[in-house]
């Protein structure tokens, strides 16, 4: 038994089946050719991590219904204005986004253990724009998980009297358990944080922090590579399905939770392959690009915002110069010459201008993306399982 069984009961690690270890290990192995990879600095890796972490950023609001655009996730990372979004959206990205660079920067800290006071200060640091939501305290009365398609309530968390012991569980689970695979690990701080609810708003976003926070604090290796808040994001219906399968539609943590763990694998696996996959289109794409570099005399220092563009950025020159620390009147020049070679096609006029992807780039994202190989799933007999009928009352 879990030795969390003597202290307010939370959900515990099951044991995991044999297909499980042979998806853990899978997992475990292309990590460590990620690691390989990346022990010598490649030009394209501060653009892919930037990139990552825009992902990141995006994927985990979205499934609360905060979209935005990834290039204005990355705006939110390099302090600079969103072109689209509006300003309800990108505080709540601005708060998600302090509290993944708390976990980033904090995690690797050999000293630092879980505390439900870290916990606490993570979400005050994700809603601190919004004092009527109570960040950083604990909910003082019950909650509700409601599904606006069906206008139904999905979830019924437990008391909030509770709630303490069982965030201090959790926090005591993530200590006695660290004989166990950091990945599964991460998996269950997140399911217990989830179903706890332990907050009025922001459960969602503090359970995918968390499950994070886990794994950089673990030797999973470039933690900003290693998170799935993109993959989840991208396939938000079945991460709610696989809740909903486990939590049963109230606080129950008996219940079985392999289906959970099988999930989780399957998001990391397909996020690994998802990584390698951009790992090697980012090197053909620089390749591209020095080319392009050299046939329309452009500055090499130019070759950053090319690739964002590639990746579809839109480029601005307040953002160039932030990036480069050019003088002003030089990124004014370098914008001109791109446009003018049609490496980059401007949009606009004065402070509101910017650049997307011209035809070359457009050119050689299409080449490159034509030569990915087809994901392979590791658990094919998931997704029908997710998708079959469930009762009305089971959490969402």
């Known amino acids: 038994m879990n030795a969390t069984s003597q202290h307010a009961p939370i959900y515990a690690i099951p044991a995991l089946t ?46 609360e219904g905060y979209n935005v655009e990834e290039d204005d996730a990355a705006a939110a990372i390099d302090g600079d204005e969103p072109l689209s979004a509006d300003q309800q959206t990108f505080l709540e990205i601005q708060g998600y986004q302090r509290a993944l660079d708390y976990v980033l920067a904090v995690g690797d800290d050999k000293q630092t253990t879980f505390s439900a006071a870290e916990l606490r200060a993570m979400h005050f640091m994700l809603l601190q724009h919004e004092p009527a939501k109570s960040p950083g305290r604990y909910r003082q009365g019950p909650i509700y998980v409601h599904d606006a398609k069906t206008d139904s309530t999905v979830y019924e968390g437990p008391d909030f009297q509770a709630v303490p012991a069982l965030m201090e569980s959790l926090v005591e689970s993530l200590q006695e358990n660290a004989g166990h695979d950091p990945l599964v690990r991460s998996a269950m701080a997140h399911l217990n944080l989830v179903m706890i609810h332990p907050f009025r708003d922001g459960n969602g976003r503090m359970a995918r922090a968390l499950a994070t926070l886990v794994l950089t604090r673990s030797d999973i290796g470039e933690p900003t590579f290693s998170s799935i808040e993109e993959w989840l994001g991208a396939n938000t219906e079945d991460y709610y399905a696989a809740l909903a399968l486990t939590g049963r539609g109230h606080w129950a943590p008996r219940a079985d939770a392999q289906l959970w763990i099988s999930f989780n694998l399957r998001a990391h696996h397909m996020q690994a392959q998802t990584v390698a996959q951009r790992i090697v289109e980012a090197n053909r794409t620089w390749i591209g690009l020095d080319q392009l570099t050299a ?45 003018d070679s049609g490496v980059l096609a401007p949009h606009g006029t004065g402070r509101g201008r910017f650049y997307t992807a011209g035809q070359p780039l457009v050119e050689l994202r299409t080449k490159v993306r034509s030569e990915r190989s087809p994901l392979r799933d590791p658990y094919p007999w998931m997704r029908p399982k997710l998708a079959e009928p469930r009762d009305s009352g089971q959490a969402r």
Do not use: C
């Not at 010598?40 to 653009?47: A, D, L, Y």
């Open 295 to 339: 046939d329309n005399a452009l500055p090499e220092r130019t070759v950053d915002i090319m690739f964002d563009a590639v990746l579809g950025y839109r480029i601005r020159r307040s953002g160039y110069i932030k990036r480069t620390g050019i003088e002003g009147h030089t990124a004014t020049r370098d914008l001109a010459q791109l446009a």
């Open 18 to 63: 044999s297909e499980d270890e042979v998806v853990l290990g899978e997992i475990h192995q292309m990590r460590k050719e990620l690691r390989h990879m990346l022990r010598t600095p490649k030009r394209w890796e501060g653009g892919l991590r930037r990139s990552a972490l825009a992902k990141a950023i995006q994927g985990s609001n979205s499934i």
